[in-house]
């Protein structure tokens, strides 16, 4: 029998880079920065045998509002600074759509993580999700383990520390 995992689905925007107030959207490498605790707290679960998910809603992604080249740019450079930390992400899953479309894997459906879910094995006891929308509780709900809260655009360390985690 294969061993249970322990792992962190995280939210990406509000949770581990600022989101801006105005258009929720990193759009730009101006507008990328990544929260104070992001990285310390993402080298902690994975010193503590977590494997790192990434869900996040990309509202209208890939659309002429909001090109996937605008999301691109900033997304491959947070995800640069992260690497050079030694943090990887084992999936990242995003969502491109809209409230108003209806799809099945907006978060706080799971339709992006079924089959991970299905696919690995997972000790639900131990893993989380982490983020600072209803959303995200929602999810954590929908897949049957534990929420850490975070507050929008603070510190992820210190969620995890109060929760904690760490």
């Given at each position: 029998?294969?061993?249970?995992?322990?792992?962190?689905?995280?939210?990406?925007?509000?949770?581990?880079?600022?989101?801006?107030?105005?258009?929720?959207?990193?759009?730009?490498?101006?507008?990328?920065?990544?929260?104070?605790?992001?990285?310390?707290?993402?080298?902690?679960?994975?010193?503590?045998?977590?494997?790192?998910?990434?869900?996040?809603?990309?509202?209208?992604?890939?659309?002429?509002?909001?090109?996937?080249?605008?999301f691109e740019i900033p997304h491959q450079a947070m995800l640069k600074q992260?690497?050079?930390?030694?943090?990887?992400?084992?999936?990242?899953?995003?969502?491109?759509?809209?409230?108003?479309?209806?799809?099945?894997?907006?978060?706080?459906?799971?339709?992006?993580?079924?089959?991970?879910?299905?696919?690995?094995?997972?000790?639900?006891?131990?893993?989380?999700?982490?983020?600072?929308?209803?959303?995200?509780?929602?999810?954590a709900d929908n897949i049957g383990i534990e929420f850490i809260p975070t507050?929008?655009?603070?510190?992820?360390?210190?969620?995890?520390?109060?929760?904690?985690?760490?």
């Amino acid at each position: 029998m294969t061993s249970k995992k322990k792992y962190a689905f995280l939210d990406r925007d509000g949770t581990l880079i600022f989101e801006p107030q105005d258009t929720f959207q990193i759009d730009s490498l101006e507008k990328l920065q990544v929260l104070e605790g992001a990285i310390q707290g993402l080298i902690e679960l994975k010193n503590q045998g977590y494997g790192l998910v990434m869900v996040t809603n990309q509202d209208g992604l890939g659309t002429q509002s909001f090109p996937a080249a605008d999301f691109e740019i900033p997304h491959q450079a947070m995800l640069k600074q992260f690497k050079d930390a030694g943090i990887h992400f084992e999936r990242i899953f995003i969502c491109p759509h809209t409230s108003q479309d209806h799809c099945a894997c907006r978060k706080p459906k799971t339709g992006l993580v079924d089959s991970f879910l299905a696919e690995h094995s997972i000790d639900r006891t131990a893993s989380f999700v982490c983020g600072d929308r209803d959303s995200d509780r929602q999810l954590a709900d929908n897949i049957g383990i534990e929420f850490i809260p975070t507050a929008t655009n603070s510190n992820f360390y210190e969620a995890l520390k109060h929760a904690g985690i760490i």
